[in-house]
Structures are given as C-alpha cells and as structure tokens.
Nanobody, 119 residues
Framework: QVQLVESGGGLVQPGGSLRLACAAS?????????????MGWYRQAAGKERELVAD???????NYADSVKGRFTISRDNTKNTVYLQMKGLTPEDTAVYYC????????WGQGTQVTVSS
C-alpha cells in the first residue's frame, strides 16, 4: 500500500514560481527502498488527459516534457521519501492538478495539488 500526498500548489501570476512536494509513505518503503524507484510528476488540465511532465530515476539524468523543459526541475530527497518539482516561468498553460507517482504511474493516485496560473 502506497500513499502519495502532494502539496505546494496555489494561485500564481504568469512568470511566477512554485515548488511542489510529494511525500510517499507505505509499508513497501521499509528500509531505503524509495530510492530505488524512478518517480514522476504528472499533471492533468481540465478536459485533458493526465500527462507526465518530469521524471527522476534512482540515479542518472532526469527527463522533462518539451513543454516544461528549462522551466521545471525535479528533485528528490530519499531520506524523506519525497519528490519535489520546482516550477519557474509559469504560464496559464501550466494550470492543472499536479500529481506524483512512480515512473509507470501504477500506484494509487493521491489527491493532487492544484496549480492555477492567472493574472
């Protein structure tokens, strides 16, 4: 059983920044297992399908969707079982509910955190 809790969303003006956090918990993370999972940040805008925007492996380079490359940075703190998404240069097109999950997206989804970019 995995629980994912996202936080850090809010209303921000175009060009602004936000930092999202996702805390993972559950019995599968006993020991230091979390560090072995590739993790991802996803988003779902109204009326659209959920999309992967960034992922971070257990080691190596992170990957980004073209739409966020150069503006978003994914990171992780394995001591806290937490994944972060630093977002800069936000545009109205970034408005969505943001979720985290493993890279395959096959854990139960959390409630997400709403990001609204508007003036």
């Amino acid at each position: 059983q995995v629980q994912l809790v996202e936080s850090g969303g809010g209303l921000v003006q175009p060009g602004g920044s936000l930092r999202l956090a996702c805390a993972a918990s559950g019995s599968i993370f006993s020991g230091s297992i979390f560090r072995l999972y590739s993790m991802g940040w996803y988003r779902q805008a109204a009326g659209k399908e959920r999309e992967l925007v960034a992922d971070i492996p257990s080691s190596g380079y992170s990957n980004y969707a073209d739409s966020v490359k150069g503006r978003f940075t994914i990171s992780r703190d394995n001591t806290k079982n937490t994944v972060y998404l630093q977002m800069k240069g936000l545009t109205p097109e970034d408005t969505a509910v943001y979720y985290c999950n493993n890279r395959n997206g096959d854990w139960s989804w959390g409630q997400g955190t709403q990001v609204t970019v508007s003036s």
